[in-house]
Nanobody, 126 residues
Framework: QVQLVESGGGLVQAGGSLRLSCAASGRTFSSYVMGWFRQAPGKEREFVAAISWSGGNTYYGDSVKGRFTISRDNAKNTVFLQMNSLKPEDTAVYYC???????????????????WGHGTQVTVSS
C-alpha cells in the first residue's frame, strides 16, 4: 500500500513557475513508476508526466513538453514536478499517482496507476 500527499500548488501569474511535490509512504517507493495527472473542471483527467523507478526514463504529455520537468528523490520518497512558463490552460487539480512495473508505452495511461493522492490546486491567472 502506498499513500501519496501532494503539495506546492497555488495561484501564479501566467509565465510564472511552481514546483509540486508528492511525498509517498512505504518502503518500496523506489520500485514504483510515478506519474502526474491533472483535471480541470468539466474535463477528463489528463496525463502530465511520468518517471521510471530509477529516474532514467521520463515521459511527458504534449501540452507540457519543454515547460515541465518531472524528477524524483528515492532517498526522500518524493517526486517533483517543476512547472515553468505556466499558462492559464494549465489551471487544474494536479494529482500524483503510483504504479508498479509497467511498459513505457503505458506511462500516460491513467488506468494503469494503482495509487492516487488527493490532489493540489494550481491556478494560473492571465
Amino acid at each position: 500500500q502506498v499513500q501519496l500527499v501532494e503539495s506546492g500548488g497555488g495561484l501564479v501569474q501566467a509565465g510564472g513557475s511552481l514546483r509540486l511535490s508528492c511525498a509517498a509512504s512505504g518502503r518500496t517507493f523506489s520500485s514504483y513508476v510515478m506519474g502526474w495527472f491533472r483535471q480541470a473542471p468539466g474535463k477528463e483527467r489528463e496525463f502530465v508526466a511520468a518517471i521510471s523507478w530509477s529516474g532514467g526514463n521520463t515521459y511527458y504529455g504534449d501540452s507540457v513538453k519543454g515547460r515541465f520537468t518531472i524528477s524524483r528523490d528515492n532517498a526522500k520518497n518524493t517526486v517533483f514536478l517543476q512547472m515553468n512558463s505556466l499558462k492559464p490552460e494549465d489551471t487544474a487539480v494536479y494529482y500524483c499517482a503510483a504504479t508498479g512495473a509497467i511498459y513505457y508505452r503505458d506511462y500516460g495511461n491513467r488506468k494503469m496507476y494503482d495509487y492516487w493522492g488527493h490532489g493540489t490546486q494550481v491556478t494560473v491567472s492571465s
